[in-house]
Each structure stands twice: as structure tokens, then as C-alpha cells.
């Protein structure tokens, strides 16, 4: 299928069932993707409140092997993937030599001498050739570096309601499903692998099955949520979401003109690792500097809403730019993420309270609507 914009775009395993649910479908990434299949503010409400069912299967699944994936890992990475215990994840970056974002990606380590490395559908092939690469010249031997997307169908579970979902139709004892790890389970009878990590702010779970099962799966989480609220929900919901909960998209708050110091996440960089990684001279100047600027959140006083690219303005003069921004459907005002200038972002968190309405704002359209700084996230599920 291919739509206005292009080339033939890929279907999901699921992409039927977003047909026959009626969602409306767009291209993302070279791909056939589920834009909404209603009201996205009603499937944001859902996974606050409820659960969603989404469908990741446009992620890139990579796969490191071999007696030296680790090492291979470690030196590609710009965390210490060596150091994580079988069945447990870690959030990291591939950055270039200049320190610049590549990609930011989850990496599972599955066996002794396996990782499942998720990258960013529009980033797949990015991260599969650098870590070829970089596996190649590591370690030329001991590590190999496989594209497995095409054997992979992944389904997201989110919201308060996950495990009530999920329970009644998995052999896994969800109690013990800690965070950032990953289980070899059953669903509805098929062999899944089961992680609990998410990008909503929601406690829920992600499904990595084969093509074949994804269906049945996701027919199966249906029929098990139909009395605790579930709800199909597409990239809209996903992104308003993952917004309010302040987590970086690759292409706004990421990018390879930025490093991880830049967005506030140099806690993923480990420069005390053993032996050399890609970036690490750049990453380590970086680190020792003053930041020229800073990722912070902005809640608008108006109803206008700030997008991606528009100028934030402090004292009437532009400071920095928005990364991301949406209606919030559960703060009920427009929220953004942006980047602004370290001084300003100090000057601002000084004057609070009352930084008065001509002192930050963001240039909608040719007009300076106040908005306020505050901490980022914007949500956090209660405790």
C-alpha cells in the first residue's frame, strides 16, 4: 500500500485488524501505522484510567550474538549492556564519534551471549549498520549483528489495568514481572517474551511475538479487557502519552546534533566502564562542561497549542525552540517540551512563582502566549 507521500509502505502483522477496527492509518516510518480509531483523547483517557493495546511491531529488533556480544556491545553503546544480568533491560544511546545521538534504543539481554537490541523504526537500519560495524572492528570474530524485525510482531499492554488484562490469558506470574526485564511466557497458548518497560507513564507490559501469533494475541488481550476498559490506541494517543510523562522521540528531544548531556540524560553514559566506546572523548568534554542549554517542560496559559519548531521567547527575545507539544488531555492545557537556554531556564525556575505573563512565553502563529516552566514529567502515575 502506499499513500500521497510515496513509496510502498510496510504492513504489520496487525495491520489487518486496524482495518477492520475502522483506525485511521498513516504512514510513519516506512510503515502502515494506526494513526487513531476514534477519539485519541478518549484513547489517552483510556490508558490513564484503564489500558490501551498498541501495536510497536514497527520497531527494529536487532539481535547481538556470540561469545563476545557483550563486549561488542559495550563498545558500541555508550552504556554497559556486560553488566546486565540475564533477563533484565537497560534504556541506552548509540551515539556517533562526535558524541551525537544515532538512535536511543532498549537493550535485553536474553542468555549469557544474547541481546535483543529495540531500536526506532525510522532508525532501524542506522543502528543495525553501526553495530555492525562497530562489532566488525571490536570484535571481528565473536559477535554477530542480525536484523530480526520481520520475526517479530510487538504489542503494548498499558495503563492501571495491564495485569488484570493480561492475567487470565498468560502462564506468568505477573507479581514477580519486575521493570526493565523480560520473561519467556505463554499467551493464549503461544510462546511470547514478555517485558514490562513502557513509553506512557503507565505501569504495562510489551509482547514480542512471532508474526503468526500477533492476532490471536491481540484478540485474545480483547476479549480478556472487554470488562476492565480497554481500548485499541494509536500513534496519537502514544505520543500526547509519552509527552506527558517528559519522554524523549528520536527527531524532537533526540537527535545527532544533540548528546545525551544535552537532553538531561548523561546518567546513561558510563565513562567508567572498562576499555574505550564510541564517543567517548567527545561525551567526556561534554560532561565537564556547563550545558549551553536545557531540555524543560512549558504548560501554556492559553489555549494555544506550542508545536515543534516554534520559537520560546523570554522577555519578548527568542531563547530556544519547542521539541514537542500537544493539548494535554489530563493536565487540560497545552504542555510542550523544549530546549532553551541554560540562563533563561535559570532565570525563569527564580522568578517562580510569578514570572509574569510577559516573561516566558512561545510564539504561536506570530503571537507571545505566556506559558509557565515547570519540572518535568508532567504526570506521574500515582504511587
Not at 520497531?59 to 561488542?72: N, R
Not at 538531561?264 to 561534554?286: I, M, S
Request: glycine letters at 10%; one cysteine or more.
Amino acid at each position: 500500500m502506499t499513500d500521497s507521500r510515496g513509496p510502498e509502505l510496510r504492513r504489520t502483522p496487525l495491520t489487518s485488524v486496524h482495518e477492520r477496527l475502522g483506525a485511521t492509518l498513516t504512514g510513519f516510518a516506512g510503515w502502515l501505522m494506526p494513526l487513531r480509531y476514534g477519539s485519541e483523547t478518549a484513547e489517552h483517557n483510556a490508558v490513564r484510567t484503564a489500558a490501551g493495546l498498541f501495536d510497536l511491531s514497527h520497531m527494529g529488533e536487532i539481535m547481538v550474538t556470540g561469545p563476545d556480544a557483550a563486549a561488542a556491545l559495550d563498545y558500541a553503546l555508550v552504556g554497559q549492556p556486560s553488566a546486565l544480568a540475564p533477563g533484565r533491560a537497560r534504556y541506552t544511546m548509540i551515539c556517533a564519534p562526535d558524541g551525537g545521538i544515532l538512535d536511543d534504543l532498549i537493550v535485553y539481554r536474553l542468555a549469557d551471549d544474547e541481546f535483543l537490541v529495540v531500536a526506532n523504526a525510522a532508525n532501524t537500519d542506522t543502528v543495525l549498520d553501526a553495530l555492525t560495524d562497530r562489532a566488525g572492528t571490536y570484535t571481528p570474530a565473536g559477535a554477530k549483528v542480525s536484523d530480526r524485525t520481520a520475526d517479530y510482531a510487538l504489542i503494548a499492554l498499558q495503563g492501571p489495568n495491564a495485569a488484570r488484562v493480561l492475567g487470565p490469558v498468560t502462564d506468568a506470574d505477573l507479581a514477580t514481572v519486575k521493570y526493565y526485564a523480560s520473561y519467556p511466557a505463554t499467551v493464549a497458548g503461544h510462546r511470547i517474551l514478555l517485558a514490562r518497560t513502557g513509553y506512557t507513564g503507565e505501569d504495562g507490559f510489551e509482547l514480542f511475538t512471532g508474526p503468526q501469533d500477533a492476532e490471536p494475541i491481540w484478540d485474545a488481550l480483547t476479549e480478556a479487557g472487554a470488562a476492565c476498559g480497554l481500548v485499541p490506541a494509536g500513534l496519537a494517543a502514544r505520543d500526547t502519552l509519552r509527552l506527558e510523562a517528559g519522554m524523549p522521540l528520536y527527531g524532537n528531544e533526540l537527535g545527532p546534533d544533540l548528546t545525551p548531556f544535552d537532553a538531561g540524560l548523561g546518567r546513561v553514559v558510563k565513562l567508567d566502564k572498562p576499555g574505550d566506546f564510541v564517543g567517548r572523548t567527545a561525551l567526556a568534554e561534554r560532561a565537564g562542561e556547563e550545558p549551553a542549554r536545557e531540555l524543560v517542560g512549558l504548560v501554556c496559559r492559553s489555549r494555544r497549542v506550542p508545536r515543534h519548531g516554534y520559537d520560546v521567547l523570554w522577555d519578548g527575545a527568542s531563547c530556544g525552540k519547542v521539541t514537542s507539544g500537544a493539548p494535554s488531555p489530563t493536565l487540560g492545557r497545552p504542555i510542550a517540551m523544549a530546549y532553551v537556554a541554560a540562563g533563561v531556564a535559570s532565570q525563569a525556575r527564580e522568578a517562580l512563582p510569578a514570572s509574569g505573563p510577559d516573561r516566558l512565553a512561545v510564539d504561536v502563529r506570530g503571537n507571545a502566549e505566556p506559558a509557565d516552566l515547570v519540572s518535568l514529567p508532567f504526570y506521574r502515575r500515582p504511587a
